[in-house]
């Protein structure tokens, strides 16, 4: 079939039409692909901005929960009286007493004087006191006991570093003369802990 010069002429606006159509749908395909590059890019970038967003709120979180902690520790150190100057001659007078109330054998016991143990918190530093215990003991129960009431009566938090119990030398002739012994003896190397306000 051929196609004459008056046959092009008749359909010529259509082929224009035509030509004008493929062009606005090139044209319009180009657009959207832009666009979908563009959504997917935001989309990117929102994605990255809730991660960081999310990431900020847990840090913060985490922040939170901490603080409280350390607010909720502070508070029942406080509460323990560890916060404020040492209560030596308290100290004294609760070991005496616990001392009468367990029947214990008499000890000995000395409590060096207090230093910074170099922990700052704040305003706040950490204090020591260390004290040396030698006490004989009937069985190891008096030690543990005595540790436990000390602790629940002082305005101190005591640690105990070091402990040894040995049989003690004197409970064989004691007990030849029927006397009530010491079966051991304990020596102990113990931290008195306390909090108080840092010196400037």
């Given amino acids: 079939m051929n196609f004459s010069v008056s046959d092009f002429i008749r359909i010529r606006w259509g082929l224009l039409f035509l030509a004008a159509a493929i062009s606005l749908a090139a044209i319009m395909t180009a657009t959207a692909r832009n666009r979908v590059h563009q959504a997917q890019a935001e989309q990117t970038q929102l994605t990255m901005q809730a991660r960081d967003i999310r990431a900020r709120s847990s840090r913060m979180l985490d922040e939170e929960r901490e603080l409280r ?15 404020g100057p040492e209560e030596r001659l308290n100290w004294v007078e609760q070991i005496e007493k616990i001392k009468a109330t367990r029947r214990l054998f008499e000890f000995q016991y000395e409590i060096a004087p207090q230093k910074s143990l170099g922990a700052v918190t704040g305003d706040y530093e950490f204090m020591v006191s260390a004290m040396s215990l030698n006490m004989p003991l009937l069985h190891e129960d008096d030690l543990l006991g005595f540790l436990a009431d000390l602790q629940g009566a002082v ?19 004691d007990a030849q003369e029927d006397r009530m012994a010491a079966q051991l003896q304990a020596s102990c190397a113990i931290d008195w802990i306390t909090v108080r306000e840092k010196r400037q």
């Fill in 155 to 173: 305005h101190a938090h005591l640690l105990a570093r070091d402990c040894s119990i040995e049989r003690s030398a004197q409970a064989q002739e």
């Fill in 69 to 83: 902690g350390k607010i909720a520790l502070f508070q029942q150190l406080r509460t323990r009286g560890i916060i």
